[in-house]
């Protein structure tokens, strides 16, 4: 997540109840001696685990099950979600960065923005990206099932109907060609042409 340099300390906060458990990740995370791993805190004390922090990914709270809504686990989340903007806003630093994943992630963040003044706006964030990167996968499957394939055999459905080669479209291509390369094409979106450079490298 921070690159292959950069070494951390973690601190990670749980409830009273899952103290223990809580205490047998930290001995996991020591047992396995990750040379970036330079400290971990296990705390209850939302304190604690708020001092000093440079990166807050905040997952802490009820999951929904089966059945539920994002908004059934609401009222359940956003209290605690207050509890740690106070934390965040008096005993992180300044520059945090934060990450909210817990439920209803959206009104979490806005919670935790309007308690925790001093870390800035722009720092304060959600999980929305789990969406946009299945959007990716999604599409990703569907080009691969339906699209490549009627690309491929668009030239001999063409022919079929004609019975000669592709002709407007094949000039109208060659002008676009010699347009782009001639004049440049506008900027877009750069994930868009990674994926697009995925696909074409996959074919
Ligand atoms: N935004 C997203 O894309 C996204 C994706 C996955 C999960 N989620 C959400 O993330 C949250 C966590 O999901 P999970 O599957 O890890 O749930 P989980 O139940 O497995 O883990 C939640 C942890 O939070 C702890 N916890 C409960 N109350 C707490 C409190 N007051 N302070 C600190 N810790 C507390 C629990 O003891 C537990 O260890 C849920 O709200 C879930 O809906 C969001
Ligand atoms: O849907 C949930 O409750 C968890 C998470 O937000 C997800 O989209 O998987």
Redesign the pocket.
């Known amino acids: 997540m921070l690159g292959p340099d950069q070494p951390v300390i973690i601190h990670m ?3 009273e ?2 103290a223990d458990s809580l205490n047998g990740v930290k001995m996991e995370l020591i047992d396995a001696a990750l040379p970036l791993l330079k400290g971990v805190v296990a705390t209850t004390d939302v304190v604690e685990a708020c001092s000093g922090v440079e990166i807050a990914v905040m ?6 099950k089966e059945g539920m809504e ?1 908004k059934d ?1 609401m009222s359940k ?1 956003v209290s ?1 979600y207050k509890a740690y903007a106070s934390a965040l806003d008096q005993h992180a630093t300044p520059h945090c960065k934060v990450l909210v ?3 209803p ?1 959206n009104t979490s963040v806005l919670i935790l923005k309007e308690f925790a003044h001093s870390i800035p706006e722009k720092n304060i964030t ?2 929305t990206r ?1 969406d946009q990167n299945r959007a990716l996968g999604q599409i990703s499957e569907k080009l691969k099932e339906e699209f490549v394939a009627r690309v491929q055999q668009r030239g001999a459905t063409i022919i079929k109907a004609r019975k000669m080669s592709s002709a407007l479209s094949a000039a109208s291509a060659a002008c676009d060609h010699m347009r782009d390369w001639l004049l440049g094409t506008p900027k877009v979106c750069m994930s868009f042409l990674s994926f697009l450079f995925f696909w074409f490298s996959s074919l």
């Not at 997952?59 to 929904?64: A, D, K, L, M, T």
Request: aromatic letters at 4%.
């Open positions: 906060l749980d409830i109840a899952a997952v802490g709270g009820f999951h929904r994002r686990v989340n605690i994943v817990a439920n992630a959600c999980l789990l």
